[in-house]
């Protein structure tokens, strides 16, 4: 049995998104820029994508631009939004558990002169919008934080955040980087109070390789890809059309069921620690809190390091991810960041479901867990 357990990574495509996928390699596939009638049915196949992800997000069609995924749709907003406003204001303010996307974009920028501040999540491990706001001021040209934090699955309080501080300072641009939200949490652009989105199809049962990125009307966001001003200007390149088709077939799937998935998924988080709490095998300590999406549960099986019950719970068909290892297994530190000990970021493991995630997958997950504490602490 194959117990794929690994969705904050990737997941699996949805037969939806492989067909419309296939038919654009197979048949439609013209240049959206050529005049002729074939290039016009692929620029169609493009535009009605658009129209379903503006429809999720509640928004105008005009607003959504397709990118490579969200790296480069995070890279575009933070580089985007300094290149045409940071001159005056050189200040970006982020969290301190972004993904790498984020984190390395701003660096760079910080190297270069910009100033940036990262807010820590507080004593409970919850990023606090009244730090946010108190950091912000007329400098500020750009905020970015993350909805849904890949490694815990923490909700971050962006909709409060990012509207006390437009109240306040009403020009400072807000970015949020909704990956591991859309399409598992209502994410509607003007609640969320957020100019700019970044998506990535990848990671709601489409294909590796796009994304977008939502600008709210009237922000001017510079290009970072410069070239044949396909987007309108905004992202040159010929645009993926049988990526972009199969991304908006995949949320056009998913849309009608935002809700009955994370009430699935809710009642399979659930069973999952319930099972977990059972074990009499060694310590178990939950990363994960109730302020987290039950799309990614984070634990920590004391001693029993993240990779040697991550090949262990691999020898028996299961794939997680080591919870605070981020990019190519280099430790993130943003387990710790988010009070995690950092004993227990070492033996973290996240494991990340769907609503069709059976409890019987479940079951057989926690079976390997208490075989892996009988043989590897016992060992000891
Ligand atoms: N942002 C978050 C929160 C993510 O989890 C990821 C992927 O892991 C990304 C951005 C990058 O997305 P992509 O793989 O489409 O570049």
Redesign the pocket.
Known sequence: MNVYLDN???TKPCAEAIDAINLALAENYGNPSSLHSFGLKAQLAVDNARKIIASALSCEAECVFFT???????NMAIRGIVNAYGKRKPKIITTSI?????KETVLELENKGFEVVRISPDKNGEVNPVDILNAADERTCLISM?L???ENGLILPVEKTFKAVKRRFPDIITHC?C??GFMKLPVKCNELNADLI?L????IHGA????ALYIRKGIRVLPIITGGKQEKGIRSGTESVPLIAGFGAAVEKLSDTVKQRYDRVSELKKFLVEKLEELDGGEITFNTSEKCSPYIINVSFEGIRSEIMLHFLEEKGIYVSSGSA?SKGAKSGVLEELGVSSKNADSAIRVSITAETTEEELEFFVQAVSQAQKKIIKSK
């Open positions: 904050a990574a990737t490579s995924g969200a790296t480069e749709s995070n972004e993904h790498a996307s984020i993350m849904v934090n890949n980087d990956v591991q970044s990535s199809a990848h990671k590796k390789g796009v994304g981020c």
